[in-house]
């Protein structure tokens, strides 16, 4: 079964603290890797889309990489306005149809 | 630019009632989804449509159905409402990437 676990679950950072968000999946083959970012009581806003070992993608503070294991999502000095929650999600092989799998998110909290 | 537009961002129904959700994209896409999004539980699958008048199942279908009578259009309906389909629903569309739209926060009472 394809799965995908993020961790940590919470991650409460200063202003300026750069860290890193794990994404671990596990599929049978890899499509392509999703980064979202969701603010409260809103949709996710689609942020990055990685397909193969190697590749990274940036926007702003946000650096993704991955691996044929997991993706990293790397915030360099992050600010307050950074806070939301992250989730990753895959596409797995088996059709183009076939829906994302998604891990639960990471909520980040950004404190000035 | 792309956009997911969806009927109602908030909605406020009774026990019992039919329900209809909206999501229209203007990507020409051909797959849409419904999910729901709850505290703890994250986004699961209700519903999902890779074609005009093609339906599949998601992870938690029960006490739902869905019409896709045009491309761009997918609704959602909650047949008899219960208090337990209270929720955040959220509608996406994929053709490579996927998008979301803002998401309608229903109550049931």
């Known amino acids: 079964e394809d799965q995908v676990t993020q961790s940590p679950e919470a991650l409460r950072l200063q202003e300026g603290e750069s860290s890193s968000l794990n994404c671990s999946y596990t599929?049978?083959?890899?499509?392509?890797l999703f980064w979202y970012r969701q603010d409260p009581g809103k949709g996710p806003e689609f942020l990055f889309t990685?397909?193969?070992a190697g590749e990274e993608k940036e926007k702003e503070r946000l650096k993704a990489t991955l691996t044929k294991k997991e993706s990293f999502l790397h915030i360099t000095a992050p600010k307050p306005e950074d806070s939301a929650t992250y989730l990753c999600?895959?596409?797995?092989?088996?059709?183009?149809?076939?829906?994302?799998?998604f891990g639960k998110g990471t909520r980040l909290s950004v404190i000035a | 630019d792309v956009k997911v537009t969806q009927s109602s961002r908030y909605l406020v129904k009774r026990t019992g009632e039919k329900v209809f959700l909206e999501c229209v994209q203007d990507?020409?896409?051909?797959?849409m989804f419904w999910y729901r999004q709850d505290p703890g539980l994250g986004l699961r699958l209700i519903y999902f449509?890779?074609?005009?008048?093609?339906?599949e199942k998601g992870d938690i279908p029960e006490g739902y159905s869905v019409s896709r009578e045009k491309k761009e259009r997918f609704s959602l309906i909650l047949e008899s409402a219960s208090t337990n389909q209270t929720s955040m629903y959220l509608c996406?569309?994929?053709?490579?990437?996927?998008?979301f739209g803002p998401g309608t926060r229903l109550t049931v009472t």
């Open positions: 999600a895959v596409h797995a092989a088996g059709g183009g149809n076939t829906p994302l799998v």
């Open positions: 990685l397909y193969s």
């Open positions: 990507m020409d896409h051909e797959n």
């Open positions: 996406a569309s994929r053709d490579g990437e996927q998008y």
């Open positions: 449509s890779y074609d005009v008048k093609m339906k």
């Open positions: 599929v049978s083959g890899l499509r392509g």
